[in-house]
């Protein structure tokens, strides 16, 4: 207790602004069947047609539940369906649960998945992942526990996008980013935008009712306050955003159990290509080698990462390592920039090559390696702007390509068609997540020739040919892959690491 005390007291000298919101009290605290978890901003949208942050998703996989699932192996098994027929590569057959409801009581049958469906395929449908549903020719439903889906052609990762979470259809559809209703073991109860979101376990779920009765995830932007609300038992859970700096101090305690274990989610420093500047490739490889990745993760992640090569982590099977990397290098990022047509500025007091604008979000962690890429950069001769944003305004600008450049991840990345969704260019938001605008007709065939591939050989040939064009083209420089972190209190009983850092494993959680 004395080490960790001593731990509170440097962390409050650093940052004594954040004891003040410490201290307000707040309607949500630790209860004998209530678990308290911390996270790092709310989720931007509950609607599972339009949950594509971190939180979105990880919040809605307990809210809805899917037609399939997939299970901490990767492999797909039944959620909805009890069992599907595959009776030819175009034509799928998913046979319902009985006795499934709704968290509004109405019973689920096929013409609730049919009519979800059409929403995400009607052609005015802003959902970013109309794509994934284009290949559908028909959806049909001969009777309340049959859901019959044609393809106009094969489609590999069609399975995956039937992981999305299904709505009843007698609600409201619009309403679902206010008053979300799914299936899943959690229903929502009630949300205070920016402080939390409240979630109860549902007794009528068809897998069993949770042992837990409430989960509350309290948002708590800022890492310090955040630590500080674990310490003081304000907060039973915390995955994946845990200060790094203290690692070593929650390990040592006896109250507290720290699991950690490499990861395969993806941070990336994120461009604009079509800025003047930035849609200079020379000028994008400059950048990449000014920037100290080792540095990075030995003294900010604290040792919790590892440098990463593209999108798909090392334990990924369709990933590639044999593709450019760029080792920290400001002498030839210096003689690159020249190249690309920005000389060294002669003269002391000489004005930066050019400037640039870094954005990322309030969160201390990304502000600190903003800090760092910034003071990177003005080493090779180039100014940034590094400035963070509360989340939703943050990623917002994301979307609308309101940015030069930012740093992002990716969580939980299974299918390599995520390279389609974040690199064709007919994925540009809202169609899709290619933020940066990049367009290259080869990864546009490429992708689309892994969506039709079934053969899992076959496909990894093509992906391995999409990683080395990624890595060369640099629409995105990446980073690193940072470890799967999860902090509990010794009363938190059940919770395992799920790949990626999804809540899936709630269910199973009981508090002493």
């Not at 911390?38 to 996989?61: C, M, Q, V, W």
């Not at 040592?252 to 290509?273: A, C, M, Q, T, W």
């Not at 800025?275 to 000014?290: C, G, H, Q, S, W």
């Not at 600190?368 to 590094?386: H, K, M, N, P, S």
Request: proline fraction near 7%; charge should be neutral.
């Amino acid at each position: 207790m004395k080490n960790s005390m001593s731990i509170i007291c440097r962390i409050l000298l650093i940052s004594i602004v954040f004891v003040v919101s410490c201290a307000r009290s707040t309607p949500t605290t630790p209860g004998p069947r209530r678990l308290v978890v911390g996270i790092e901003h709310a989720p931007s949208n509950l609607d599972p047609r339009f949950a594509t942050d971190a939180y979105s998703s990880k919040l809605a996989a307990i809210i809805y539940s899917s037609l399939v699932k997939l299970d901490e192996q990767g492999v797909f098994e039944g959620d909805l369906a009890a069992s599907w027929d595959q009776p030819e590569p175009v034509h799928y057959i998913f046979h319902l649960r009985k006795g499934v409801k709704f968290h509004n009581g109405a019973a689920l049958v096929s013409a609730d998945i049919c009519r979800f469906f059409e929403l995400i395929m009607r052609p005015d449908s802003t959902s970013p992942f109309h794509g994934d549903f284009a290949t559908i020719d028909s959806v049909s439903c001969p009777d309340e526990g049959t859901v019959d889906i044609r393809l106009k052609e094969p489609d590999a990762p069609f399975l995956t996008a039937m992981t999305i979470g299904i709505i009843p259809r007698n609600a409201n559809p619009d309403d679902m980013v206010n008053h979300p209703i799914g299936s899943g073991p959690f229903r929502f109860v009630e949300a205070r935008a920016g402080d939390y979101i409240k979630l109860e376990g549902f007794e009528g779920y068809f897998g069993g009712a949770p042992w837990l009765k409430e989960v509350v995830f309290r948002v708590i932007a800022n890492g310090v306050t955040r630590l500080l609300e674990f310490e003081r038992g304000g907060v039973d859970l915390l995955q994946n955003c845990v200060p790094p700096e203290s690692f070593d101090m929650l390990a040592s305690r006896p109250d507290v159990h720290l699991e950690r274990r490499p990861g395969i989610n993806y941070n990336y420093l994120g461009f604009n290509l079509e800025d003047p500047i930035l849609k200079n490739r020379d000028v994008r490889e400059a950048i990449a080698r000014a920037i100290d990745r080792d540095a990075i993760i030995k003294y900010l992640w604290k040792g919790a990462a590892e440098p990463a090569t593209g999108l798909l982590s090392p334990r990924h099977w369709a990933y590639c390592g044999d593709v450019e990397t760029y080792p920290f290098d400001p002498r030839l990022a210096r003689k690159i920039l020249i190249r690309a047509g920005y000389p060294e500025p002669d003269g002391p007091g000489a004005q930066p090559r050019f400037k640039l604008s870094l954005k990322t979000t309030t969160d201390r962690l990304s502000r600190r390696i903003a800090e760092v890429i910034r003071t990177q950069l003005a080493e090779v001769g180039i100014a940034v702007d590094a400035r963070s944003y509360e989340f939703g305004t943050f990623y917002q600008d994301i979307k609308s390509g309101n940015f030069q450049i930012f740093t992002l991840g990716w969580v939980g990345i299974t299918e390599p068609d995520i390279f389609r969704f974040v690199f064709h260019s007919k994925c540009i938001p809202p169609a899709g997540a290619n933020r940066g605008r990049y367009s290259n007709p080869e990864i546009d065939r490429l992708t689309e020739m892994g969506l039709r591939e079934v053969d899992r050989e076959k496909r990894r040939e093509i992906y391995a040919k999409v990683q080395k064009i990624i890595a060369h083209d640099l629409p995105y420089i990446s980073l690193y892959y940072n470890d799967d972190v999860v902090a509990t209190r010794n009363r938190v009983e059940g919770f395992s690491i799920h790949p990626g850092g999804d809540f899936l494993v709630l269910p199973q959680v009981r508090l002493k």
